[in-house]
């Protein structure tokens, strides 16, 4: 009798596990974004027939199939327009996250145009084929020698304009 209360037993366990559903335990490793490939501290150029346009120097680079990561990186960017006076741009940030040709750049970004502007923020998105370089946080910014402070930046490097939000302009009159 024992016997056929064990089999019973059984087969009523059997039964309601059939029906309970289990979680699949498998990673989807289709639905992850995995690295192609990762360098440690590149060197990377941009050529084109003429000439070097595009330097990035980072500590560690990382590359997704659609997007780019950089880290404590370093871009200059060669004036390939002749009728701009300048010669070139640089871009410094803790992380770079590029996705076609937009740049985001997060934490102690910089960003240098030759020895007239000088751009300190958090956040800065520039796009390197409209170049235009836009943000929503404070920022400091010197033009020659003169500060300019506020927050909302635009700016539109192929017509030289500048607009912010809560702007604070101090013009340096010593200079001549």
Same mark, same amino acid.
């Given at each position: 009798?024992?016997?056929?209360?064990?089999?019973?037993?059984?087969?009523?366990?059997?039964?309601?596990?059939?029906?309970?559903?289990?979680?699949?335990?498998?990673?989807?490793?289709?639905?992850?974004?995995?690295?192609?490939?990762?360098?440690?501290?590149?060197?990377?150029?941009?050529?084109?027939?003429?000439?070097?346009?595009?330097?990035?120097?980072?500590?560690?680079?990382?590359?997704?199939? !659609?997007?780019?990561?950089?880290?404590?990186?370093?871009?200059?960017?060669?004036?390939?327009?002749?009728?701009?006076?300048?010669?070139?741009?640089?871009?410094?940030?803790?992380?770079?996250?590029?996705?076609?040709?937009?740049?985001?750049?997060?934490?102690?970004?910089?960003?240098?145009?030759?020895?007239?502007?000088?751009?300190?923020?958090?956040?800065?998105?520039?796009?390197?084929?409209?170049?235009?370089?836009?943000?929503?946080?404070?920022?400091?910014?010197?033009?020659?020698?003169?500060?300019?402070?506020?927050?909302?930046?635009?700016?539109?490097?192929?017509?030289?304009?500048?607009?912010? !939000?809560?702007?604070?302009?101090?013009?340096?009159?010593? !200079?001549?």
């Amino acid at each position: 009798m024992g016997i056929k209360s064990f089999i019973f037993i059984l087969l009523l366990i059997a039964v309601a596990s059939y029906f309970i559903p289990v979680k699949n335990l498998e990673k989807n490793v289709m639905g992850k974004d995995l690295p192609l490939v990762v360098f440690e501290k590149p060197v990377m150029y941009t050529l084109d027939d003429k000439s070097v346009h595009r330097i990035i120097i980072a500590e560690h680079a990382v590359k997704y199939e !659609k997007r780019d990561e950089m880290f404590d990186d370093n871009i200059t960017l060669k004036n390939q327009d002749s009728t701009k006076d300048y010669k070139n741009e640089n871009l410094k940030a803790d992380l770079i996250i590029k996705r076609a040709d937009v740049y985001t750049l997060t934490n102690n970004v910089k960003y240098k145009r030759d020895d007239f502007i000088k751009l300190n923020t958090n956040e800065l998105i520039y796009d390197d084929i409209k170049k235009i370089a836009k943000n929503s946080k404070p920022f400091e910014s010197i033009y020659n020698t003169h500060l300019f402070k506020g927050t909302n930046l635009y700016l539109d490097i192929n017509n030289d304009n500048i607009t912010a !939000k809560n702007t604070h302009f101090e013009i340096d009159l010593t !200079k001549n």
